[in-house]
C-alpha cells in the first residue's frame, strides 16, 4: 500500500516525468544529429556516422523503456492494430534474416549503408516511442527539432551550390552531383528537406507567433525551394508537395469571407513551393535571395491582416446578395487554379518526362531485378540489403551495356 501522504505516489510520479523529459532529449538529439553529423575522416563519410549515431540513440531509447517497464512492472501497450502491425513487421525482419544467405548483410545492411533488419526494427522503437509521448505531452520540441535540422540541411545545400563550401570534397566522396548536403546524396537530402517543409508552413501560418518569426519562416521556404531545385531530386520535389496539404487545411479552418482571404494568402507560397523546384534549374543568387526576401515580407503582410480577423468567425449565415458573391469568387479562384496548374504543368512536361525516362527507367529495371530475386527466393527473398550480390547476374544485357561500370547497385528509391 501506497503511504497515506502520497509521498510515493509524487516520488514514482517524479521519476516517470523526469524519464520522459530524458526520453524527450534523446529524440531531440536523434532528429537533430543523424541528418547533419558527418566525418569527413571515415571510409564512407555520411554513411556510417549517422547510422552509428542513429543506433546509439535508439538504442538509449529502448533501453530506457526497458528500464522503465522493468522498475514499475507496467508494458505500456498502444492501439490494437499499431501493436499487431508492429508485430507482423518483427515477424518479418526476423524470417528474413534468418533465411537469407547473408544474415550478417541482412542484420546490419553494412555494405548498403546499414540498413538491415536491425535498423528497421530500431525504427520501430521510434515510431512506438514518439507515439507513447504524443499521448502524454506536446510534441512540439520535436517538430521544431525537425525544424532546426531541415535548416541546416537547406543551409548546407545553399552553400554547395552557390560555391561557398567550406570543405573540399575528392571524388571518392561524392555519390552524385556537386549538391548533397549533410545527407551526402541528393536524393536523400531532398527527400528530408521535401517531408519536413510542411512543417515550416505550419509556422508560417501560426498566428500565435511573432509577424518577425513568421516571416523569418516564409523567408526560408523560398531557400528552401531553391534548395530543392539544385537538388534536383524528382522524388524530393514530389513529397515537398505535402506543404500544400497544410495549406489547404489553414484555409479550410477559416470561415467565411476569410476563408477567400486565406486561400488569397496561400496561394503564392503554393506557387513557390511547387514552380520553383520544379520548373527552374538553380536560380542565381540574387533571384534566390528576391524570392526569399518577396516571401517574408509577403508573409508579414499576411500576418497583419490575419490579425483583424475575429477570433470566431462564421457563426452567422451570409445573405444571398453575399453567398452569391462568394460563389462567383470560388468558382473563379477554382477556374484561375486549374487553368494556371493546368499551364505549368504543360511548361514543366519536358523535365517530368526527362525524369521519368531517365530516373524511373533505371527503376523499373531494379524492379525487374528484384521480382527475378523472388522467383528463385519465394516469400522470403535474398535477405534485406542483399539485393547488389544478385544485381550484376540478374541484370539485363541491355542495362549492362548502357552501364558497363556499374557492377552494384540498391533499389533505395523504390
Known amino acids: 500500500r501506497m503511504p497515506k501522504n502520497g509521498f510515493g505516489s509524487s516520488t ?24 547533419t553529423v558527418f566525418l569527413r575522416g571515415a571510409i564512407t563519410t555520411f554513411d556510417a556516422p549517422q547510422a552509428a549515431l542513429f543506433a546509439v540513440l535508439a538504442l538509449t531509447v529502448l533501453a530506457g523503456r526497458i528500464f522503465r517497464a522493468v ?11 499499431l501493436s499487431a502491425t508492429s508485430s507482423a513487421l518483427v515477424v518479418a525482419l526476423v524470417l528474413t534474416w534468418v533465411t537469407s544467405g547473408q544474415p550478417w548483410v541482412s542484420l546490419t545492411g553494412a555494405t548498403v549503408r546499414y540498413a538491415g533488419a536491425l535498423s528497421y526494427g530500431l525504427c520501430l522503437v521510434l515510431l512506438h516511442a514518439v507515439f507513447r509521448s504524443a499521448r502524454r505531452g506536446s510534441v512540439e520540441p520535436l517538430l521544431a527539432t525537425f525544424v532546426v535540422a531541415h535548416g541546416v540541411v537547406v543551409g548546407y ?11 573540399t570534397w575528392g571524388e571518392g566522396n561524392l555519390y552524385v552531383g556537386e549538391v548533397f548536403s549533410t545527407l551526402g546524396n541528393p ?21 500565435r507567433l511573432p509577424l518577425i518569426a ?13 534548395a530543392l531545385s539544385y537538388l534536383g531530386s524528382f522524388q524530393g520535389q514530389v513529397v515537398s ?3 500544400l496539404g497544410v495549406m489547404a487545411v489553414w484555409a479550410s479552418q477559416q ?21 520553383v523546384p520544379v520548373l527552374t534549374n538553380g536560380p542565381g543568387l540574387p533571384t534566390a535571395l528576391t524570392l526569399m526576401i518577396a516571401l517574408g515580407t509577403w508573409t508579414a503582410l499576411m500576418g497583419v491582416r490575419q490579425r483583424r480577423w475575429p477570433l470566431r468567425v462564421g457563426l452567422d449565415s451570409p445573405g444571398l446578395p453575399q453567398r452569391r458573391v462568394r460563389r462567383g469568387l470560388i468558382g473563379g479562384l477554382t477556374i484561375g487554379g486549374v487553368a494556371i496548374g493546368v499551364a505549368g504543368f504543360v511548361t514543366a512536361w519536358p523535365r517530368i518526362s526527362d525524369d521519368l525516362t531517365g530516373g524511373l527507367g533505371r527503376r523499373v529495371e531494379f524492379w525487374k531485378i528484384s521480382l527475378s530475386i523472388f522467383r528463385e527466393h519465394p516469400l522470403v527473398g535474398g535477405g534485406l540489403e542483399t539485393y547488389p550480390a544478385y544485381f550484376t547476374r540478374l541484370r539485363s544485357v541491355d542495362q549492362a551495356v548502357e552501364f558497363e561500370s556499374v557492377l552494384s547497385d540498391s533499389p533505395h528509391s523504390v
Open 241 to 243: 508537395l505535402t506543404a
Open 12 to 35: 514514482s510520479g517524479l521519476a516517470r516525468l523526469n524519464a520522459d523529459v530524458v526520453e524527450g532529449g534523446v529524440l531531440c538529439a536523434l532528429v537533430l544529429a543523424v541528418p
Open 157 to 167: 545545400a545553399l552553400l554547395q551550390a552557390y560555391g561557398l563550401d567550406p570543405f
Open 187 to 207: 536524393n536523400f537530402s531532398s527527400a528530408f528537406i521535401g517531408l519536413t517543409l510542411a512543417l515550416l508552413v505550419r509556422y508560417q501560418f501560426d498566428s
Open 214 to 226: 513568421r516571416s523569418i519562416f516564409g523567408a526560408a521556404i523560398g531557400a528552401s525551394s531553391v
Open 71 to 81: 522498475s514499475t512492472g507496467l508494458v505500456e501497450r498502444g492501439p490494437r492494430p
Open 255 to 275: 470561415r467565411g469571407w476569410y476563408r477567400l482571404e486565406a486561400l488569397a494568402a496561400a496561394a503564392p507560397v503554393g506557387v513557390v513551393v511547387v514552380a
